[in-house]
């Protein structure tokens, strides 16, 4: 056996009157205890200080290091004078040197033992006394100290016994009163005692519980054999152990958490080895640490959830990791997420985990009140069961039952209209569901709800888009076939009266001329509507290019000058000399201006009507301004809406769809710019164009068009022109505006045009596209492309397809040139005129 360490160093000797050291070492656990518990140890530590016997420490040269009462009662002194005196001086001078000679053999051989020693008062009156030694040690093996004890001699016994059965009867009852759980047991695995805390605690008492095995079994379940191989290694060690905290299992299946320190206590008479076990309660403080942990981490996988749904994640892959998240954050076997079936008769079993195979997607439990998944979405609160083999709200189905859960959380899975579900999670064990436990799992319950939700308005939003598709599409084709279909006799009505306005004189020339202008006004207004829907449908192609919006502007203001010279108004421009830049579609901006500058002149009567471009470090800007009637304050934040007029019904003073200034607005937009208004009621408005400014000064330019010539009737050789055209009226028509100045030939069919083209040479070919015939005109292109003598040969695209896009749709399909019904005859003219100028291309 090796030498006694000193308790002071960290152990402890292994002795039963060292049972007052060990318990004041409990001190250095303070940290563990409140205030109270570290009050009443030290209390118990201190009435275990007075022992019956005499007890001192001594150093290496003799001296008093620390002593108890009973030794100061003994020599009829002060304790306080006893500390740093020679021993020697309360001992008979004859006895001097046998008590340093003892020291130093008890030093050198490093093991107990006893002696006679004659103590003497102050008075000089002796006492025989036995004195027991042991020398204590550092953990280096130095000499720390001697711990001795004094036993008074007497001669019948009488005394020392009586001494001694009054400390051991105050000792059983300092363990059993102790405020802290305590265990004595012998080697033999009998528990011998155990304090008042201990039974309290636990709710065993010593008949219950008389051996270390019965404990063990109760207390630690599948680790009672691990647990009594630890223990029964105790009665090996010669100093106090901290063993560790253990999780023990209360008689009503609670969990506690005690920190064991144990320390051996010698032999009982029998022999049997002894060891008094002190737990230290750090329940609260570990539920409280473990609390924490499982805030953490419940938290963390709240936040990743919310991520995986808010990702679009299938709903099943979501449900599976719902439950996966929630198995993970309760530390619980059983998890679920059932889904209310449409009839309300029963919840299916969507995911899960834990459960046997071949039940995930397949297994269903009622939803009545007479389940725990039917009693919650009955509540719509959560519903926790402590031991549902006791549960009297409700049974629990055979689901639950196969798999012999124990405790269990339930929660409701929300719907905007109905509850989607339940989310459940169960043990195969008793378990206390916490607050935060409930908050987890609500959490995500709520945000499987929202993810249910989501992508119930998703496939609502997916179906309403596929209709409102289907809905565009069919209003596409209506609006392509009333165009087409309007165009081809406007056009013969617009040329006719034209041409007959032309001819007649007086009253018979208006009446003409105004049957042209309502012609083009229907025009205009199946234009508006056609382009409105190609813009809501999101179907209008741009192409923007560097352009010098000067030219354009020009353009569209020659083009209204007779419309407001008609009125009597002053049409303005105020621009700056230098070309002014900007990325845009021509067409989209010619039609802006168009629409801003035909609408200033409609509503202005007497006055003007100003287009200003300006520009500065980022925006060009072209206002129109007029001197009208004005806009009504309270219709002005309806003013680029669709179909929205100022005034409606009989009280309408212009005819218009209210079409325009939307598309105005919509084209703007697609280009990048904005369009705002300013407007005083009775005085005039001012329309704002703000468009993006090309800052390069290198970009390349869209070159102006140039006006073709007006064509002069000519003598002597003319140019041949096939006209291949389905529609009798638009042939007649096209013959009275050419017939001066070309040869033209009429044929109807594709085949005619093929025959035409194999026996006669052309300088020009217009071709109509809706030819009534199984070969339109795109097909008839391709065949005259495909004839070497016709390869160069100018082919215009003479068509009622007039959306927006069609134009670079046919020059994208290889016309030279595309004309758009109703057409005039000076448009029919210049373009003819302009093509048969240019010199004929090889392809």
């Keep these: 056996m090796g030498k006694p360490v000193d308790p002071l160093d960290g152990s402890e000797p292994s002795s039963i009157l060292h049972l007052g050291t060990l318990l004041r070492n409990v001190q250095a656990e303070q940290d563990r205890l409140n205030a109270e518990e570290v009050a009443r140890a030290l209390r118990y530590a201190e009435s275990l200080w007075h022992l019956p016997l005499g007890y001192l420490d001594l150093d290496e040269e003799g001296r008093i290091l620390d002593a108890n009462a009973y030794v100061a009662r003994l020599l009829e002194v002060d304790l306080s004078t006893l500390v740093g005196q020679p021993m020697v001086t309360f001992v008979e001078e004859v006895d001097h040197e046998h008590l340093l000679t003892h020291l130093r053999a008890i030093r050198e051989a490093g093991e107990v033992q006893t002696f006679e020693l004659t103590l003497q008062k102050a008075d000089e009156q002796t006492i025989p006394t036995d004195v027991v030694v042991q020398p204590l040690f550092d953990a280096a093996g130095q000499f720390s100290r001697y711990q001795c004890l004094l036993l008074e001699q007497q001669r019948d016994g009488v005394r020392l016994r009586g001494n001694l059965q009054a400390y051991e009867a105050r000792l059983l009852h300092a363990i059993r009163e102790a405020p802290l759980p305590i265990a004595v047991h012998?080697?033999?695995?009998?528990?011998?005692?155990?304090?008042?805390?201990?039974?309290e605690l636990t709710g065993y008492s010593v008949r219950e519980i008389p051996t270390v095995q019965e404990w063990a079994w109760r207390a630690y379940g599948a680790r009672n054999r691990e647990v009594q191989a630890f223990i029964e290694r105790l009665f090996d060690l010669t100093e106090r152990v901290h063993e560790g905290i253990f999780q023990v299992r209360t008689r009503d299946l609670n969990t506690l958490y005690w920190d064991f320190y144990s320390s051996p206590l010698g032999r009982l008479p029998d022999g049997r080895r002894v060891v008094m076990s002190i737990a230290i309660d750090v329940t609260e403080k570990h539920r409280a640490e473990e609390q924490l942990r499982r805030r953490a981490l419940q938290q963390a996988l709240l936040a990743d959830l919310g991520r995986e749904a808010l990702s679009g994640i299938p709903l099943e892959t979501l449900f599976?990791?719902?439950?996966?998240?929630?198995?993970?954050?309760?530390?619980?076997?059983?998890?679920?997420?059932?889904?209310?079936?449409?009839?309300?008769?029963?919840l299916r079993l969507v995911a899960g985990v834990g459960w046997k195979p071949g039940l995930v997607g397949t297994a269903t439990v009622g939803a009545d009140r007479d389940s725990q998944a039917g009693y919650t979405l009955a509540s719509d609160q959560p519903v926790i069961v402590r031991n549902l083999r006791l549960e009297a709200r409700f049974s629990g189905p055979p689901l639950l039952q196969e798999h012999e859960v124990i405790s269990g959380l339930s929660v409701v899975i929300p719907g905007l209209q109905e509850p989607f579900g339940v989310l459940g999670a169960h043990t195969v064990r008793h378990r206390l569901f916490t607050e935060?436990?409930?908050?987890?799992?609500?959490?995500?319950?709520?945000?499987?709800?929202?993810?249910?939700?989501?992508?119930?308005?998703?496939?609502?939003?997916?179906?309403?888009?596929?209709?409102?598709e289907h809905v565009a599409a069919f209003r596409s084709r209506v609006l392509n076939s009333l165009s087409h279909d309007l165009r081809t006799p406007l056009t013969g009505i617009i040329g006719f009266a034209a041409m007959l306005a032309d001819e007649l004189e007086g009253t018979s020339r208006d009446h003409a001329r105004l049957i042209a202008s309502s012609g083009q006004r229907l025009i205009d207004m199946l234009n508006a509507v056609v382009e409105y829907g190609?813009?809501?449908?999101?179907?209008?192609?741009?192409?923007?290019?560097?352009?010098?919006?000067?030219?354009?502007?020009?353009?569209?203001?020659?083009l209204m000058q007779p419309l407001a010279a008609e009125k009597g108004l002053a049409l303005r421009l105020e621009a700056p000399d230098a070309p002014v830049r900007a990325m845009v579609d021509p067409a989209a901006l010619s039609r802006i201006l168009v629409n801003l500058v035909s609408n200033a002149i409609k509503f202005t009567n007497a006055g003007y009507v100003a287009v200003t471009v300006r520009e500065d470090a980022d925006l060009v800007s072209i206002e129109v301004k007029d001197t009208g009637q004005g806009i009504a304050p309270a219709f002005q934040a309806d003013l680029f809406k669709a179909f929205h007029q100022e005034r409606r019904g009989i009280g309408r003073s212009h005819e218009g769809a209210g079409l325009g200034l939307s598309i105005a607005k919509r084209l703007t937009e697609h280009m990048g710019g904005t369009i705002e208004v300013e407007s005083v009621l009775h005085e005039g408005s001012t329309f704002r164009v703000r468009l993006p400014r090309l800052t390069n000064e290198h970009l390349p330019l869209r070159p102006a068009r140039p006006a073709p010539p007006v064509p002069e009737p000519v003598v002597g050789s003319r140019k041949r022109v096939l006209v291949v055209e389905d529609n009798v009226e638009t042939q007649r028509l096209i013959q009275y505006m050419l017939r001066d100045t070309y040869d033209l030939t009429m044929v109807t069919t594709p085949p005619q045009a093929l025959q035409t083209l194999q026996e006669q040479a052309f300088d020009l070919i217009l071709l109509d596209i809706s030819l009534g015939h199984t070969t339109n005109g795109i097909d008839l292109l391709q065949e005259i492309r495909a004839m070497p003598a016709f390869d160069g040969v100018p082919c215009?695209?003479?068509?009622a397809h007039a959306l927006p896009g069609d134009r670079n749709r046919f020059l994208e399909l290889g016309f030279d040139a595309y004309l758009s019904k109703p057409f005039t005859r000076d448009r029919l003219q210049r373009l003819v005129h302009g093509w048969l100028l240019k010199p004929r291309r090889t392809r």
């Design 186 to 199: 012998a080697e033999d695995g009998e528990i011998l005692m155990l304090s008042k805390v201990w039974t």
């Design 320 to 346: 599976q990791r719902a439950t996966e998240q929630v198995a993970r954050g309760l530390d619980v076997p059983l998890c679920k997420v059932l889904e209310l079936l449409p009839d309300r008769s029963a």
């Design 436 to 468: 935060d436990d409930i908050h987890f799992v609500t959490s995500v319950a709520n945000i499987l709800g929202l993810a249910v939700e989501r992508h119930r308005t998703e496939q609502e939003l997916v179906l309403r888009r596929e209709q409102a």
């Design 534 to 558: 190609k813009l809501e449908a999101g179907r209008v192609e741009l192409h923007p290019e560097p352009t010098d919006l000067l030219p354009e502007v020009r353009e569209v203001m020659a």
């Design 796 to 799: 215009v695209a003479l068509t």
